[in-house]
C-alpha cells in the first residue's frame, strides 16, 4: 500500500510540476532532480582508533522533481552508508549517513556511490583521514 501511495505522489508531483515554468540557475536541465552536496568530501582529519566514525553528507534537491536514491553503496565493508528511501520533494533537504569503521588504523581514502533519478544518476561521495593507533 505504502508504494501505491509513494507512486500515485509521484505522478501527481510529476503532472504538476511539469506545467510550472522555472528559470535554470545552473547547468543542468531542472526538470530532472538534483543533488546540491554541502560537501562531498568529508575529511575526518586525524582520530583516534576506536572514535566515533559517524558523519553526514547535507543535500539540496535542486531540481524541479522529487528525488529517489535507489542505492547507496560503500567502497568497501568498512564504510556503511544509510540514506532515507522515502523520495526527496524539490526544495527540500536529505542526508546521507556514513559510518566508517575506526578500529583499522592507517590512512584511509573510501567512496561511497549513491544510484538515483538524479540529473547525474551515479554520483560519488567520499570520506578520508588517518585513524591514529593509541598509546597507553
Do not use: H, W
Not at 26 to 41: A, C, I, L, R, S
Not at 126 to 136: A, F, Q
Amino acid at each position: 500500500m505504502k508504494k501505491i501511495l509513494i507512486a500515485i505522489t509521484l505522478f501527481i508531483s510529476a503532472f504538476s510540476i511539469s506545467a510550472q515554468t522555472a528559470e535554470p540557475t545552473e547547468d543542468f536541465d531542472t526538470d530532472t532532480p538534483n543533488f546540491k552536496f554541502e560537501e562531498e568530501v568529508i575529511d575526518y582529519g586525524k582520530i583516534n582508533k576506536n572514535t566515533d566514525g559517524n558523519r553526514v553528507f547535507k543535500f539540496v534537491n535542486t531540481g524541479n522533481s522529487p528525488l529517489i536514491i535507489t542505492n547507496a553503496k560503500g567502497s568497501c565493508g568498512c564504510t556503511v552508508p544509510t540514506y532515507n528511501k522515502e523520495p526527496i520533494m524539490p526544495g527540500d533537504s536529505g542526508e546521507i549517513k556514513v559510518k566508517y569503521a575506526t578500529s583499522r588504523v592507517g590512512r584511509f581514502s573510501k567512496t561511497i556511490t549513491l544510484t538515483s533519478n538524479a540529473n547525474e544518476p551515479k554520483k560519488v561521495l567520499r570520506i578520508k583521514g588517518e585513524v591514529l593507533k593509541l598509546t597507553e
